[in-house]
């Protein structure tokens, strides 16, 4: 049975203790980390969301207390007070290690079970365990600091944009429904027999609203929801950094980002970001890096060897270019002598994930050339591979032939992939770039037309919008994305902010402009009664989280994560409802047996 606290009332955390401290009277709070009994004295480390402080039961201070303490075990809630002394073998990992506490009086406030999870941060223990048992596992240390940075991350956000005149405001949760994107989440309406809201995938529609209502700068900081197949560090339910500015270009929204960006890593990371951050072009990022997201933190680019190829003896190069494919390398310049024939394979089955059919390679040695397609190749073609790929003894070019996006997608994760091999990544380095002019549309082979690549209302170039009837594909966005470290934390663009431009928008997305009004008719009606020119961009920020502190999944910067299945297995949601709840909403399930 757990004591009352009585009169005794906290006055300082565990883990504020110092040698200040030394002959006070202090009162503590906290759970058991450990205890130690070695006979005439009992040691317990005390834990509270401060850290950690030593506290000691001596049978000669008081034996009541003695006698009480000897129930103690793990993870015990603990009220006591006594008297703060120097530590005779002083602890340098603690912070509190100078000192240690005599304790006078104690109160078990509740005891606890062996708990079924460690409460430590280097535990290995399944994750499923972890999240069952969430609130233990939020105990442990690291998951409290990377809650405290996602806190203090967010006040920054707000107090940044608080400065800049920015107001915050909230936007509905039962909304509806809207093509494009991913798959909405619905909930069925009680009051309105068969009719259904959707929970936002973002509030895309509504911010621009509030730039047609002259709030002029809004923010939020808002969940979102995506009912997608979920992959790795995807959540069906995530946060968002929401930013909507008006009367701006794209010049504007990045110049205010950047110092956002700036304040970030200042105050949560003592980094200081160089501006201008870097830009590139969306063309100039595939081409370099075979992704719209770059990791720059390495080299291994990647080079054309179309031309060089396009007539080869090796037919696998010179079909594959016949037929409206590309051949691309990158060299891994330095480290050549690291791959054997094995490791090389592979690398081979990695690209295979891609798409890829194959790995063609060439290395530089000491005793010359070794490369399996070299009988095919002329010399001439063979110099001028190592010309173009600037190739030196010691260094492995690595080819890939095939269509142009499975050739990008392929060797873009493979410069990643050998870069963490090799070790090559430095966590604390950051690397940020923003990635401009995006095509506006992309061609979804399923549906055989094109579709919006960001979302419909995205603004074309203003030199390009003369191609929206003509050619789609060669139409690019004003729209950007903030990459770090080979993430994309952020992305947004300046919005359609006029009637007709809108309608050429959603043609060129083969919408009839009955569809369009049927899906958004309110936003294309409030355009009509004057719309500023507005943009504005919106933040992963669990991504942000995990960047900052570190972490490489994202479960470990959210308080209570869903699985990679959508479940919670803290809760057991979903869950089934009854037959008299369903009949409520007006809703019947289909058996999947």
Same mark, same amino acid.
């Given at each position: 049975?757990?004591?009352?606290?009585?009169?005794?009332?906290?006055?300082?955390?565990?883990?504020?203790?110092?040698?200040?401290?030394?002959?006070?009277?202090?009162?503590? %709070?906290?759970?058991?980390?450990?205890?130690?009994?070695?006979?005439?004295?009992?040691?317990?480390?005390?834990?509270?969301?401060?850290?950690?402080?030593?506290?000691?039961?001596?049978?000669?201070?008081?034996?009541?207390?003695?006698?009480?303490?000897?129930?103690?075990?793990?993870?015990?809630?603990?009220?006591?007070?006594?008297?703060?002394?120097?530590?005779?073998?002083?602890?340098?990992?603690?912070?509190?290690? @100078?000192?240690?506490?005599?304790?006078? /009086?104690?109160?078990?406030?509740?005891?606890?079970?062996?708990?079924?999870?460690?409460?430590?941060?280097?535990?290995?223990?399944?994750?499923?365990?972890?999240?069952?048992?969430?609130?233990?596992?939020?105990?442990?240390?690291?998951?409290?600091?990377?809650?405290?940075?996602?806190?203090?991350?967010?006040?920054?956000?707000?107090?940044?944009?608080?400065?800049?005149?920015?107001?915050?405001?909230?936007?509905?949760?039962?909304?509806?429904?809207?093509?494009?994107?991913?798959?909405?989440?619905?909930?069925?309406?009680?009051?309105?027999?068969?009719?259904?809201?959707?929970?936002?995938?973002?509030?895309?529609?509504?911010?621009?609203?509030?730039?047609?209502?002259?709030?002029?700068?809004?923010?939020?900081?808002?969940?979102?929801?995506?009912?997608?197949?979920?992959?790795?560090?995807?959540?069906?339910?995530?946060?968002?950094?929401?930013?909507?500015?008006?009367?701006?270009?794209?010049?504007?929204?990045?110049?205010?980002?950047?110092?956002?960006?700036?304040?970030?890593?200042?105050?949560?990371?003592?980094?200081?970001?160089?501006?201008?951050?870097?830009?590139?072009?969306?063309?100039?990022?595939?081409?370099?890096?075979?992704?719209?997201?770059?990791?720059?933190?390495?080299?291994? @680019?990647?080079?054309?060897?179309?031309?060089?190829?396009?007539?080869?003896?090796?037919?696998?190069?010179?079909?594959?270019?016949?037929?409206? &494919?590309?051949?691309?390398?990158?060299?891994?310049?330095?480290?050549?002598?690291?791959?054997?024939?094995?490791?090389?394979?592979?690398? /081979?089955?990695?690209?295979?994930?891609?798409?890829?059919? &194959?790995?063609?390679?060439?290395?530089?040695?000491?005793?010359?050339?070794?490369?399996?397609?070299?009988?095919?190749?002329?010399?001439?073609?063979?110099?001028?591979?190592?010309?173009?790929?600037?190739?030196?003894?010691?260094?492995?070019?690595? %080819?890939?032939?095939?269509?142009?996006?499975?050739?990008?997608?392929?060797?873009?994760?493979?410069?990643?992939?050998?870069?963490?091999?090799?070790?090559?990544?430095?966590?604390? @380095?950051?690397?940020?770039?923003?990635?401009?002019?995006?095509?506006?549309?992309?061609?979804?082979?399923? @549906?055989?037309?094109?579709?919006? !690549?960001?979302?419909?209302?995205?603004?074309?170039?203003?030199? #390009?919008?003369?191609?929206?009837?003509?050619?789609?594909?060669?139409?690019?966005?004003?729209?950007?994305?903030?990459?770090?470290?080979?993430?994309?934390?952020?992305?947004?663009?300046?919005?359609?902010?006029?009637?007709?431009?809108? /309608?050429?928008?959603?043609?060129?997305?083969?919408?009839?402009? /009955?569809?369009?009004?049927?899906?958004?008719?309110?936003?294309?009606?409030?355009?009509?009664?004057?719309?500023?020119?507005?943009?504005?961009?919106?933040?992963?920020?669990?991504?942000?989280?995990?960047?900052?502190?570190?972490?490489?999944?994202?479960? #470990?910067?959210?308080?209570?994560?869903?699985?990679?299945?959508?479940?919670?297995?803290?809760?057991?949601?979903?869950?089934?409802?009854?037959?008299?709840?369903? !009949?409520?909403?007006?809703?019947?399930?289909?058996?999947?047996?």
């Amino acid at each position: 049975m757990g004591e009352a606290m009585g009169k005794l009332r906290r006055t300082h955390m565990c883990g504020s203790l110092r040698i200040d401290n030394e002959g006070q009277e202090v009162t503590l %709070m906290g759970w058991v980390q450990r205890r130690r009994n070695l006979g005439s004295l009992i040691f317990v480390d005390l834990r509270d969301t401060s850290g950690i402080a030593q506290v000691v039961f001596d049978s000669n201070v008081s034996e009541d207390t003695f006698n009480k303490a000897e129930k103690i075990r793990s993870e015990y809630v603990l009220a006591l007070r006594g008297k703060v002394y120097k530590r005779q073998s002083i602890n340098k990992e603690l912070p509190t290690g @100078e000192v240690e506490v005599f304790v006078e /009086e104690l109160k078990i406030l509740d005891e606890s079970e062996t708990p079924p999870i460690y409460i430590k941060d280097n535990d290995d223990v399944a994750e499923a365990m972890r999240l069952k048992y969430r609130y233990l596992d939020l105990r442990k240390p690291s998951m409290q600091s990377n809650l405290k940075i996602r806190h203090k991350t967010a006040k920054i956000i707000r107090e940044f944009l608080d400065e800049n005149y920015f107001v915050e405001v909230e936007t509905p949760m039962l909304t509806k429904p809207t093509p494009e994107g991913a798959r909405d989440y619905v909930v069925p309406s009680r009051v309105n027999p068969g009719k259904f809201y959707a929970l936002p995938q973002s509030p895309q529609l509504f911010k621009q609203l509030l730039m047609v209502s002259g709030m002029d700068r809004y923010y939020q900081i808002v969940k979102c929801f995506r009912d997608e197949d979920l992959r790795a560090n995807r959540q069906p339910e995530f946060t968002q950094v929401d930013i909507e500015m008006s009367f701006v270009d794209i010049e504007d929204v990045l110049a205010m980002n950047e110092k956002l960006i700036y304040k970030i890593f200042e105050e949560i990371k003592g980094v200081e970001i160089s501006l201008p951050i870097a830009r590139m072009t969306y063309d100039e990022a595939m081409n370099r890096f075979g992704s719209d997201k770059p990791d720059l933190r390495f080299g291994f @680019e990647i080079k054309p060897l179309s031309d060089i190829v396009k007539d080869s003896q090796f037919k696998v190069f010179s079909d594959t270019i016949k037929n409206g &494919g590309d051949v691309r390398a990158i060299n891994i310049n330095g480290y050549g002598d690291e791959f054997t024939r094995k490791n090389i394979s592979q690398l /081979e089955d990695f690209v295979k994930t891609y798409g890829a059919k &194959g790995l063609a390679w060439i290395k530089l040695t000491n005793e010359g050339v070794t490369s399996p397609i070299a009988k095919f190749l002329s010399e001439e073609e063979l110099n001028n591979i190592i010309s173009k790929m600037e190739a030196k003894e010691g260094d492995l070019i690595l %080819m890939v032939a095939d269509k142009p996006s499975v050739v990008f997608a392929s060797l873009g994760s493979l410069r990643v992939e050998v870069a963490k091999r090799l070790n090559l990544i430095n966590n604390n @380095e950051y690397k940020l770039v923003w990635i401009t002019e995006f095509p506006l549309f992309e061609f979804d082979e399923e @549906e055989n037309r094109y579709v919006a !690549k960001h979302h419909p209302f995205t603004h074309p170039v203003d030199e #390009d919008i003369e191609l929206l009837e003509t050619s789609p594909e060669k139409v690019r966005a004003k729209a950007y994305d903030i990459v770090i470290n080979g993430d994309e934390i952020g992305g947004g663009s300046i919005r359609i902010n006029n009637s007709q431009l809108q /309608e050429r928008m959603f043609k060129a997305l083969g919408f009839s402009m /009955e569809e369009a009004w049927d899906k958004f008719g309110f936003l294309l009606e409030a355009f009509k009664y004057g719309a500023p020119p507005h943009g504005g961009i919106a933040y992963g920020f669990d991504r942000l989280i995990m960047l900052l502190t570190g972490s490489d999944n994202i479960r #470990d910067v959210i308080a209570f994560p869903k699985t990679q299945s959508a479940t919670c297995l803290l809760t057991n949601a979903p869950t089934i409802l009854g037959e008299e709840q369903l !009949k409520e909403i007006h809703v019947s399930t289909i058996s999947n047996e």
